[in-house]
């Protein structure tokens, strides 16, 4: 390997030495080079890439590039035009001009150009109109850069951000981004590197004080790590700051000790480390340095500068040769004391505009004289040092190549190597503070910690605990909007009381989440009130009549009535119920119907009661309306048997208030809520008549009814008459806990509790992914059952029984049913009582040899108009008799022949 280095030293150096040689002689293109010391690399690259033409035969026809390279002092311009002269007057003349590079110097280099028509050609960004000059520059169009820089913060979606310069040259760079950010949506802070004389603390200091997170900086590469450390020392390298620099250089930096800082830096690079020509020319490179010590290696990547200087070469050569091939091109002696021009030139300059080829920097293609259609990689320092994230292309824009996974990868690699600093509010059964630590050696315990213990053991965090200093959830001000409690202690994340993330019975409000970020909800919730429970009331007198609702009672007076009525007309009309009172004289003919008015009351009341009756059908027209009249009692007593005991144990509560309207239209009993949480804002921001009535009355008391934590609210309503509006999360867990309180009506709203982390966070994705796999696994339910449920030794007397008792006295909604029932019995029975009676009437009919009508209008009247349940018989013939002045064309129930006909 070491021979084969040697080897390729030895032919590069003699390349050098035989082109130096060849001076004078015209077949070569003589070029003047001048470079000031400072630009070492350039002159370097320059000699490089010429060398590698000449060797490679790139001008073909054995012509190569010459030319004897000048040190000029910088800004030094009356040198620079001295030596450019001196080489225009050489006997060839020259056929291009590479540098100088300090700007004066250039600019007269490139009028001396213009007026001789030589290609001038740069390396270097150069914001002037290249039309202006005889000059070609294989630099990026600096709009089209900028342009870049600008797509790159729109697909950020930065709307806040700063911005920090250098000079004059950074504003033309920054040019896009300043239009981009002139939309009334976007806030942008400009601030002046220089202003600060090179130590960059107090604008940092400046920058954190201001809440100022995004950075675009645009100064020298060589400043850029000095300006991370200064950042560094005033702690705005942690992951909520994010730095992109400008410079397309980052890459070449050693930036390893701001690695696991967390900081995002980003920036933009043109040369791409893994394209292979540039590995190829890396390794080269890296043979001269070992031999030659080449200033251009010791670098992390080579410099765009000088990439770009060799590609600037390789361009000349080819449109050299490309116009050599159809036409006599040769220099010329110029003098600069005289007019003239090469007349070359401007067909040169041409062919290099038209080239287009690949070279280290990418495509080369010029559009309008300007180098176009570049392709920037985006690149990110991480973890594992600066990687490709995506690309830019003027056609494309921005694409993000680092996938998902790859940065959820990246974000729990440094999660695993945080401590992240929880800030929380104590309140039961969230967050308890120890006053000495557990058997885990944990100062605090409580749902929250166990939801956080669970993620830390998957996530690999560690965290560590402290309570807001003012106890607060957090709420903005209404003049100044500035947060205070826990979202304020997110948003101030750097001061003295940092948090990370903010872990407590935190509400997921729209105001909150647009200043700071929340995880997925781990608990859903809603606002309910809760109060003393009131006095229970001694039971009703006339709680017996509770099982049913009043409909029912009235509807089965109504049944009963009707069913008696009903069997008094069937018993009438069926002729099976009229018998012999005397069953020991047959001979009477006295008939007699049981079921009177009076004995079908009692009948069908004897069998409600469940006590039978003397009474009993003996048709079967009256036995279905018995069947169903039974079936009937047989429910609705069973119905009402099974509710009465509820009913008779209950004890009712003398409650004053059943939900918040009741609550909004009293004033005996105060209600208020936290001082400073979602729940007051709730009533602050909502249109509805009741809750803003509830708040005029809360903030005007504000003294005397507002809580300053939900431990102070509970101990309210316990001790004094008080009605707390809080999450219903906590009421459970207080009502679970205090048999004497209890939850007064429905939830107001629904919401969820969430884990809260400044904006931005990286971690905040990866709380909430698992936070969802947590409650897939039911873990998130378990801690609530332990720490609702189990851990409480009190077990109360719910009101549940209470409840389901009052709400369910049966209504005609549950018993209905047995209603209709009964009445298709009734006139079941009904109808088979006409038949019954038909029959008889023909019967009776043809043993009268009566026409059927008239045997039935005698029958009827019997039964409506002479209404009397006693007669006489006739003859068994059937004979009309007449007793109590009754007649009746009898049914014979004598002789016996004919009883059977009634039996
Ligand atoms: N959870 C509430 C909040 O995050 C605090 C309690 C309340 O307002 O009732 O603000």
Redesign the pocket.
Known sequence: MRGIQEFTIWILTLSIVYVQRTDGDNKNYRVATLFEPEYESLRLAFNNAATNVNIQEKLGQGRNIIFDMRTVKPQDSFEANKEVCREMRSRDGIAAVFGPISSMSRAHVQSLCNAFEIPHIQSIWDPREPREYFSVSVYPDHNELSKAYADLLTYWGWKEFTVIYEDGDSLIRLQKILETARGTDYTMTIRQLEMYQNKYTSLLKEIKEKHEYKLVIDCHTSKIKQFLQEADSVNMLSEYYHYHFTTLDLSQLDLDQFMHKGANITSMRLIDPNNKDVRNMMVDWRIRHTYLSSPLLGMRAIATETALMYDAVYMYARALKGLASAQNVSTESLNCNKQGTWKKGLSLLNYMKAIEYNGLSGKIKFYDGKRKDIRLGIISLTQKGIIEIGHWTNKTGVNITFTHKEKVYNDLERLRNTTLRIVTVYDPPYVYNLSEPNEKGQMHEGFIVDLLDALSAKLGFKYEIYEQEKRD???ADDTTGKWNGMIGDLIERDSVNKADVAA????ITYDRARVVDFTMPFLNLG?TIIYRKPDSKPPDLFSFLSPLSPDVWIYMIAAYLCVSFMLFVIARFTPYEWENPHPCNEDSEEVENQFTILNSLWFTIGSLMQQGCDIMPKAISTRSVAIFWWFFVLILVSSYTANLAAFLTMSRMNVPIKNAEDLSKQVLIPYG??M?????NFFKKSNMTTYKRMYAYMSANEEKVMVGG?TEGFHKVKTENYAF???ST?IDYQVQRNCDLMQVGDLLDSKG?GLAAPKDSPWIDLLSTEIVNLQEKQDIASFYKKWWVDKSDIVCETEEKDKSASSSALGIANVGGVFVVLAGGSIFGLLVSILEFLWKVGRNARADKQSFWSEMTEELRFIFVRCKSTRNTGESTGKTVENNGVTFNAVPTVPTANKETFD
Do not use: C, D, F, M
């Open positions: 959830y957090g709420s407590a019975g935190l509400t606002i809520t936290l400073s949480g979602s729940t007051r939900n509006l809080a999450e906590s509790y």
